[in-house]
């Protein structure tokens, strides 16, 4: 017996130290958990702004602010001094940008939805004109055709209003001028502004690509195009420098589009879409 209980008390437990292990395996598993949850946000996280981020293709832009007060400039475009229509082309060249001047004779514009017809040989003059957003394929801003409003918003303040053989260019979140196309069942479409009443409007982007405008000089209607990968500013500042009083812009990059010249042979500029979306939009001129 007295062996068995020598035995016994021989045997010691450390129970302070058992205590120690337990909690420090506990932390040790607490931490591994907040480490394995703080991992588990920051991926979601990533996964989400991947998977949101919009990667604008070449043929539109996202829409970017800006901001300028409401003005617009309207011409008559029924006034002509040549009784066939054509596109009458020139080029130029100011402060090392080489432009391309497109100026239409005996035609009117009009906004379409869809691709037009190049078959079409009244069409003298064809360039996508809204933007669309990649993640819902909608048009970006207000967009209003013969008199229907299809999109509404002012993420792009520029716009350009055709009604009765008219066209106004100008710069404003608010315009009379959209609630006049729609009673009037005129059209309406906007874009980045570029050049307001003579002085250059800022916008975001400050990527470089060949550049489009609709524009107007000397009280005349006119598209104008950079040759070069052009950034905003640079073609802004172009446009004003060959005397431009206010523009907004039109999809550039490789948009595809065509022009009759005055010997009446097509001309294509840009890359024709393989997949074209369903809201793409255009400007065109037509012969009277």
């Not at 506990?26 to 920051?42: D, E, G, P």
């Not at 079409?120 to 209003?144: C, E, H, P, T």
């Amino acid at each position: 017996m007295m062996t068995k209980k020598n035995k016994q008390d021989n045997e010691v437990y450390i129970l302070g130290s058992e205590i120690k292990e337990k909690r420090k395996g506990l932390t040790t598993r607490v931490k591994w958990l907040i480490l394995t949850i703080c991992s588990l946000i920051i991926l979601a996280s990533l996964l989400f702004f991947f998977l949101t981020k919009e990667q604008a293709p070449e043929y539109y832009f996202e829409p970017e602010e800006t901001t300028s007060e409401s003005i617009s400039i309207t011409i008559d475009t029924i006034s002509s001094p040549s009784k066939e229509g054509y596109i009458e082309v020139l080029s130029d060249t100011i402060n090392d940008v080489p432009l391309l001047i497109y100026i239409p004779n005996g035609a009117t514009m009009s906004l379409s939805l869809g691709m037009p017809d190049r078959s079409d040989s009244s069409i003298l003059y064809a360039a996508m004109a809204a933007d669309i957003r990649k993640d819902n394929q909608k048009i970006v801003g207000d967009f209003v055709l013969s008199g229907e409003q299809l999109s509404k918003g002012v993420a792009k303040k520029g716009f350009c209003a055709i009604q009765d053989k008219t066209v106004s260019i100008g710069v404003g979140e608010y315009t009379p001028l959209l609630e006049q196309v729609i009673a009037n069942k005129g059209s309406f479409f906007r874009q980045y502004p570029l050049v307001q009443n003579g002085e250059l409007v800022e916008n975001k982007p400050k990527n470089k690509s060949i550049r489009r405008a609709l524009a107007v000089r000397n009280e005349q209607v006119m598209m104008i195009e950079s040759r070069n990968n052009e950034s905003f500013h640079d073609f802004s500042q172009a446009l004003i420098d060959i005397g431009v009083s206010d523009a907004i812009y039109l999809v550039g990059g490789n948009a595809f589009g065509w022009y009759y010249n005055k010997e009446g042979v097509l001309q294509e500029f840009g890359e024709e879409l393989s997949d074209v979306p369903e809201n793409i939009s255009y400007i065109t001129w037509h012969s009277k």
